[in-house]
RNA sequence: GCGCCGGUGCCCGAGCGGACCAAGGGAACGGCCUGCAAAGCCGUAAAGCCGCGGGUUCAAAUCCCGCCCGGCGCUCCA
């Protein structure tokens, strides 16, 4: 039984979805204007690794993520830079939409844009005007908060408490019936893109773009509406009002992940610790893979912390998955296959730079995974999404895997299966880079067979219930290998190799010196030298 | 001011009443392996310990009370 923490609960409940086996989602996106920083990545990889499980879990997810393309950040932009709030929006989604794909963050199912969905949001508006629970004003209609019964239960505050605060900061409307009271519907200002509507030429208000795209998208009712916990209020708050105010049954589950920190508080422009997804990046090869692994190992309703230390751990941790494929390549274990080129056409991410890999589906004819790893990988993760405790059980299935593979012992295979398969389709990590890291030379000269899994006793995972795993491939994460060719590479690596045989330690050293100064490790295994990129 | 959430080993971070498990990751040190490395495995005593002070309990890092410190929200925000 999958639980998942519930805002408006304010407790773990068992995740009871509207249709068996199926789950809706709505994760609100960003508002597109400027770089996506590393908060967005952490919020986008927490609903990622979300659907990802509960694939994982056999079940049907429909994953929507909205964009917001006009709002006044964007309006503002467009002025500043001469251009118009559509050219902002469409430059600004482009960058965050290939920043999440470098991430391994699978694309949504649907990923509506508020201003294709403004017909909607007008009819909604009109609909909350007809039960009488808004009023029009020379600036736009809002909703009258009073009117709606338990406003402030998302966030656990009531009507009092809420407006004490809201009194204290915000300028007051005067046109406002109350200072609580939000915006459905802005009135068009000279010079701002505007929709026609009943009331006049105007924008729909923040709130109502959701509410119209998730309901008209997911339908009433829906599963989980999820999204950084600084959407508590007021944003869902008033997402959830404006549904209760014509009577609709809203989100099953309100999941809100923390926020992030960096060096201690939440980053922000005028400290200077805004940091973007693509700088981080940009940063290092290793640091998409490392950042979501660096988010799994904290848990998602807990404050995280970021800095260059802690992402160098992380980078240090992948390695070892990486290590353990090329380990089980040189014991002949090899679960990796090339994909000749073809590129998935339902992967959502961007390929490793010129090669593609995949993981075997392990369905039906797939190998055997390990049992206890499994269990407590799911345990971990059915338990309100612990990904630090899925993510040490796998960390502690590869260190067995490690032992098995010294030992030469057959459940080698079976737990390098299950490292990958956890680690990989269970959280969206891959495990090595792009196929030629793994390039492998020396004396059998075989390199990775081409889609052939050479693992004993392909049984089923046991039998259990419904472990679920039947869900396709994997996707990757671009990590641009710039430097000498591989073909340089083997050609020192082959050389090396014949000096060692030739016992010449010094010319072996050099030569490994040589290839080290290049960023190209090379390890000596009983089966010949491997070599990858730093 | 109001509300919420945290303070666990050198660092990050699980655990939230009882298992000689304070998980897992990183760093460090020792051993094995190796031509040397890398990768990997094994190990890292005793004492003490889970912000501080009380309390509840046969039993608390885990529950209650108080205090100190930190973060976030109440305003566009993931």
């Keep these: 039984m999958i639980s998942l923490y519930d805002t408006l609960a304010g407790e773990v409940r068992p995740l009871a979805?509207?249709?068996?086996?199926k789950v809706a989602l709505y994760a609100c996106g960003p508002t597109v204007y400027d770089h996506p920083h590393l908060g967005h990545a952490r919020s986008a990889l927490t609903y990622d690794v979300l659907r990802r499980y509960l694939e994982w879990r056999g079940?049907?997810?429909?994953?929507?993520?909205?964009?917001?393309?006009i709002d006044d950040n964007i309006i503002n932009r467009a002025r500043d830079e001469g251009r118009t709030e559509g050219e902002v929006a469409v430059e600004w989604e482009a960058v965050y939409v290939d920043a999440m794909a470098k991430l391994g963050v699978l694309d949504p199912h649907e990923r509506p844009r508020a201003t294709e969905w403004v017909r909607e949001m007008v009819d909604f508006v009109g609909r909350i005007m007809d039960v009488g629970a808004a009023y029009s004003t020379p600036t736009g209609v809002y909703l009258r908060v009073r009117d709606v019964a338990g406003y402030g239960d998302l966030v656990h505050r009531d009507l009092d408490d809420l407006r004490a605060s809201a009194g204290a900061r915000v300028e007051v409307d005067e046109a406002k019936e109350d200072p609580l009271d939000f915006a459905l519907w802005k009135a068009a200002k000279p010079d701002e893109p505007s929709w026609p509507s009943p009331w006049g030429p105007g924008r729909p208000g923040w709130h109502i773009e959701c509410v119209a795209m998730s309901l008209g998208i997911l339908g009433d009712d829906f599963d989980i509406h999820g999204g950084g916990n600084d959407l508590v209020f007021p944003h869902h708050t008033n997402e959830r009002a404006e549904a209760l105010a014509v009577g609709r049954t809203f989100a099953r589950h309100w999941v809100h992940n923390a926020m992030l920190n960096i060096e201690g508080t939440k980053m922000s422009k005028s400290l200077g610790n805004y940091r973007t997804v693509v700088e981080m990046?940009?940063?290092?090869?290793?640091?998409?893979r490392a950042f979501r692994l660096l988010v799994l190992q904290t848990h998602y309703r807990k404050t995280m912390e970021v800095n260059p230390e802690l992402m160098a751990s992380a980078r240090s941790a992948v390695q070892r998955l990486d290590a353990l494929s090329r380990r089980a390549a040189a014991a002949g274990i090899d679960i990796i296959?090339?994909?000749?080129?073809?590129?998935?056409?339902?992967?959502?991410?961007?390929a490793w730079t010129d090669d593609e890999w995949t993981v075997l589906p392990t369905s039906s004819h797939g190998p055997s995974?390990?049992?206890?790893?499994?269990?407590?990988?799911?345990?971990?993760?059915?338990?309100?999404?612990?990904?630090?405790?899925?993510?040490?059980?796998?960390?502690?299935?590869?260190?067995r895997a490690n032992a098995a593979l010294d030992a030469g012992s057959e459940d080698a295979a079976t737990l390098v299966a299950t490292v990958r398969d956890l680690s990989e389709r269970g959280l969206g990590i891959p495990n090595a880079g792009p196929p030629h890291l793994a390039g492998r030379l020396g004396a059998g000269g075989s390199t990775c067979a081409p889609g052939v899994t050479v693992l004993p006793d392909g049984g089923d995972d046991g039998g259990d219930d419904d472990g679920g795993l039947t869900a396709s491939g994997e996707g990757g994460m671009a990590e641009d290998t710039p430097g000498p060719s591989d073909a340089e590479i083997e050609e020192l690596v082959t050389r090396r190799q014949a000096t060692r045989e030739a016992k010449d330690w010094a010319a072996a050293d050099a030569l490994r010196d040589e290839l080290s100064a290049m960023g190209v490790v090379v390890e000596d295994t009983p089966a010949g030298p491997v070599w990858h990129r730093q």
């Design 17 to 21: 979805t509207r249709e068996p086996g």
């Design 59 to 69: 079940l049907d997810v429909r994953h929507v993520a909205n964009i917001t393309d």
């Design 281 to 288: 990046l940009d940063e290092h090869p290793l640091n998409g």
């Design 337 to 350: 296959s090339r994909s000749g080129g073809t590129s998935g056409a339902s992967r959502a991410v961007g």
């Design 369 to 399: 995974l390990d049992h206890a790893a499994v269990e407590a990988f799911r345990e971990a993760m059915d338990d309100d999404l612990g990904t630090p405790q899925a993510v040490a059980a796998i960390f502690d299935t590869l260190r």
